[in-house]
């Protein structure tokens, strides 16, 4: 039986990689056989003369997750664009079924899967406009909605779920990232939990030093530890 949740984002760099990278620490921490799973990315590294998603990077870099690239992300793109565009820069075209296959390949050999999107929902994959949600929901999984904690978040957070909802996908729960104690992010947060409909609303502080591109992790591990209960996240996931 195959657990897995996908980390959606109210926009680009919102925090789905730190989400993502601290989740999979603590499941593996706690002895789960969990797995990275990006189906595709957009921006490289070169780490040892190897070329790979620079998310994917930052997360092995985190947790010690090592697999083939290939399989964790198997569309990942040179160019820090939005996906369709990255793959026509590529001249490659995003294969569902390729992705479905890596997939399965980690549900062989893992029983939690991470899987974290690129950008926003709503985000296209091909110039004909297959979108990630479209991918997301014929994969299966669940969702995990990461959202900013300052000003536009509210709005930002109810439109995704809104789409979500429409286009079929379930989101199971919510993390705030970068809470503080200002009046804005508290009553963000207050105003989410209200409007959202959402029971499960976890909030992360602002892990300072953090910067998934220059692959800085400073005391990520730690504020996961004493932040998030990840048997509150494994009570999210659904069989995939």
Not at 24 to 41: E, G, H, T
Not at 114 to 140: C, F, K, S, T, W
Not at 160 to 175: D, E, F, N, Y
């Amino acid at each position: 039986m195959i657990r897995g949740i996908f980390i959606i984002g109210t926009d680009t760099g919102v925090g789905k990689t730190l989400i993502s990278a601290g989740l999979l620490y603590l499941l593996l921490k706690k002895k789960y056989r969990a797995a990275y799973f990006k189906p595709v990315a957009s921006g490289e590294v070169d780490i040892g003369g190897v070329k790979m998603s620079a998310d994917a990077a930052f997360v092995k870099s985190v947790t010690g997750f090592s697999e083939d690239q290939k399989i964790v992300t198997p569309f990942s793109f040179a160019d820090a664009v939005a996906p369709h565009l990255a793959a026509r820069l590529a001249h490659r075209t995003i294969e569902t079924a390729v992705i479905q296959k890596s997939l399965n390949d980690l549900k062989a050999r893992y029983d939690v899967i991470i899987g974290e999107g690129a950008g926003g929902l709503a985000v296209p994959l091909n110039d004909e406009g297959y979108m990630q949600y479209d991918l997301i929901r014929e994969l299966g999984f669940s969702c995990l909605l990461v959202a900013r904690a300052g000003l536009g978040t509210i709005n930002h957070t109810l439109l995704t779920l809104r789409v979500a909802k429409s286009v079929g996908l379930t989101v199971k729960g919510i993390i705030i990232s970068g809470v503080g104690q200002t009046l804005i992010e508290q009553d963000n947060v207050g105003m989410i939990k209200k409007l959202s409909g959402v029971n499960a609303i976890f909030t992360l502080p602002a892990v300072v030093g953090v910067d998934t591109e220059k692959m800085h992790m400073e005391n990520l591990r730690d504020v996961f530890e004493q932040t998030i209960n990840i048997d509150d996240i494994m009570g999210l996931m659904e069989i995939v």
